[in-house]
């Protein structure tokens, strides 16, 4: 059996079985929500803080605005998920797949993920300030700007995903791996201890790094 690389996301396959069809008035602030699907419901504008959802899962729903302050997703499925504004900050995410879904701003400061994958997926500004993050693939996905701004990532991976802007000033990196990313620009350079990056990837930020450490570059 091949050994597993110490470095890499370490990601469980999701099984949702025996799942009943749910509604929107199936949920509400503070309440729990276990074993349900949720098709084509509308969630936009819902005052859904501290709420939890357990074995869920969400295809093609809207929650533009949908109040996830403190909420909590363990081990659930959402595809097709729209919403320009997400508010989700202090909230926690374990065990979730994220599909094919459109995010414009993602309001995840203050929260905690743990073996999370995306796939597919296209984010306008997702802030992570201050999140703790462990366990976390990227997979196929386009970022407008990440920001990691005095988060704690642990085995992060971003798998053909291009991020146009990412900051990791004042970060804790630990075993994030770039090397499939496209990156653009970079904020807060020295929050990029240990992480992994690609030889080129190096290379381009090698003029970054000496204009940190003031040194002049000439040919």
Known sequence: MPRRDPTAPRLDPLVLTG??????????????????AFDGVDLTGRELASSTFAECAFLDVAAHDADLRAASFLDCRVERLTAPSLPAPRSRWRGVEIEASRIGSAELYDSELSGV??????????????????????????????????ARATRLAFEGTQIDALDVTGATLTHVDLREARLHRISGVDGLRGAILGSLQAVELAELMAERLGIEVRD
């Open 19 to 36: 799942m009943e069809a749910g509604f929107a008035g199936d949920i509400g602030p503070g309440r729990r929500t276990e074993g349900l």
């Open 117 to 150: 994958l995306l796939a597919g997926c296209k984010l306008g500004y997702v802030n992570l300030r201050g999140a703790k993050a462990t366990d976390v693939k990227f997979v196929d996905c386009v970022i407008e700007e990440l920001d990691l701004a005095g």
